[in-house]
C-alpha cells in the first residue's frame, strides 16, 4: 500500500461515526408483523398390523419352499447315480471286464446306459486306429525302400558301373573331356586377353598391374580358373577372390604401350600350355607341344613360331602321310593302285 493510500485511510477513520436518533428501535419494533402461529398438528393414524402372519411372510416363504424342495430332489438324484456307478463298477471288477448287459431294471432306472455300450464304440475306435497305424507302417516300409532304390539308381547314373564302357570308349570319352576343357581355358585366354586390351585403352596403353587392377573389365572371376586345374577352386565372387584361386600365369604387368609388343605373352596356362599373347590371340599347347616357340628375351616371354620346315622334311612328311594312308586303307605291300591321299598341307584337293 502506497503512502497516499494510507493517508486517506487514516482520514477516513477519523471520520466521527453519526448517532441514530432516539426512538429508533421502538419505531422498528413496533412495525414489525408476526405471521399467526400455525394451526395445532393433526394426529397420524398408523394401520394396525394384519391379524394372520401367514399373510403377512408368503412372498418369502413361497420361494423358500420351492428351493428347499429342488435342494432335496438333488440330493436325492445324486444319491442315486452315485449307487449306480458304485454297482457299475462292482460289476466290472467280478466280471473281469467282461460285464455283461445290465439289465434297466437292476440299476433303477431308465436313462442311463451300462458301461459295456459306452465301451463298445470305444474299443471298435481303437481297433480302427490300430488297423490305420498298421497300414501306414507298411506304407512307410514301401516308401524307405523306394528312397534307397532312387538313391542306388542316382548313384549308379552318376558313376557308370566298371565295365559299362569298353577301354576304347573310355579312353575316347577322357579324351573329349580333356578337349572340351582345353577349349573352355582357350576362351578364358581370350577374355583375359581382351580385358588387358580393353583396360589399356583407358589407361594410356599401359597393361594393368596386376590381375586385381582390371576386375571390372572381367565379368566373373571364373574367367581366371582353368578347369583341368584340380587343385585350385573357382570363387564365388571378387570379394573372396585370391591368388589361390586362379590358375594362370600373369607374365606382362605394366608393359607400356603394350600395343607395340604383340608377340610377347601376357598369360600363360601350365595345364594345357596355351599362351595368350599382348594382342588378345591365343595360341593352343605351344607350351607341351612346341616350347622351343617360346623364347626368354631380356626377362621377357615371347612367341616365335619356328620357320618353314625344308624341301626334305616336307617330301619326308609327305610320305608318312602316304604309308599312314596306304595302311589305313589296308594296301600297303599290294600291287594296287591306292587312291589319292589327301594333302597335308590341310588344302582342298
Known amino acids: 500500500m502506497s503512502t497516499m493510500e494510507q493517508e486517506i485511510e487514516n482520514v477516513l477513520r477519523a471520520v466521527p461515526k453519526p448517532a441514530p436518533p432516539a426512538g429508533l428501535k421502538e419505531e422498528l419494533v413496533a412495525k414489525v408483523r408476526l405471521p399467526p402461529f400455525p394451526p395445532a398438528p393433526q394426529t397420524l393414524t398408523v394401520p394396525k398390523a394384519p391379524a394372520n402372519w401367514l ?5 418369502v416363504l413361497a420361494p423358500a419352499a420351492a428351493t428347499l424342495a ?7 438324484q445324486q444319491v442315486e447315480i452315485n449307487s449306480l456307478k458304485q454297482a457299475i463298477q462292482d460289476l466290472s471288477r467280478d466280471a473281469g471286464g467282461n460285464t455283461p448287459v445290465l439289465s434297466m431294471a437292476a440299476t433303477g432306472t431308465n436313462d442311463a446306459p451300462s458301461e459295456t455300450d459306452a465301451a463298445t464304440p470305444t474299443q471298435q475306435e481303437i481297433s480302427r486306429l490300430k488297423e490305420r497305424a498298421s497300414q501306414l507302417s507298411v506304407e512307410v516300409a514301401q516308401l524307405e525302400q523306394m528312397r534307397t532304390e532312387n538313391v542306388k539308381l542316382r548313384t549308379q547314373l552318376t558313376e557308370p558301373p ?27 585366354l581370350k577374355q583375359l586377353g581382351l580385358s588387358v586390351r580393353v583396360w589399356a585403352v583407358d589407361n594410356a596403353e599401359l597393361s594393368p598391374p596386376s590381375i586385381l587392377d582390371m576386375t571390372n573389365e572381367m565379368s566373373t572371376p571364373k574367367i581366371l580358373h582353368c578347369p583341368g ?6 570363387a564365388s565372387g571378387w570379394a573372396a577372390y585370391t591368388s589361390a584361386n586362379c590358375s594362370y600365369d600373369y607374365l606382362a604387368p605394366s608393359v607400356p604401350e603394350v600395343g607395340t609388343e604383340p608377340m610377347r605373352v601376357a598369360f600363360r596356362c601350365p595345364i594345357h600350355g596355351h599362351v595368350c599373347l599382348c594382342d588378345g590371340s591365343v595360341q593352343g599347347y605351344v607350351g607341351k607341344q612346341h616350347p622351343e616357340q617360346l623364347v626368354q628375351r631380356n626377362g621377357k616371354l615371347y612367341f616365335e613360331p619356328s620357320a618353314q620346315p625344308a624341301q626334305g622334311a616336307a617330301a619326308s612328311t609327305t610320305n608318312d602321310a602316304q604309308q599312314a594312308f596306304r595302311r589305313r586303307y589296308g594296301l600297303e605291300g599290294s600291287g594296287g593302285t591306292a587312291p589319292t591321299p589327301p594333302p597335308t598341307d590341310g588344302s582342298n584337293p
Not at 429342488?70 to 436325492?76: F, I, R, S
Open 55 to 59: 399373510r403377512r411372510w408368503w412372498p
Open 70 to 76: 429342488c435342494a432335496v430332489g438333488l440330493t436325492v
Open 162 to 188: 566298371a565295365g559299362f564302357l569298353t577301354p576304347e570308349e573310355t579312353e575316347a570319352l577322357a579324351k573329349a573331356k580333356e578337349r572340351a576343357e582345353s577349349i573352355v581355358c582357350i576362351n578364358n
Open 229 to 234: 586345374d584340380k587343385t585350385r577352386e573357382t
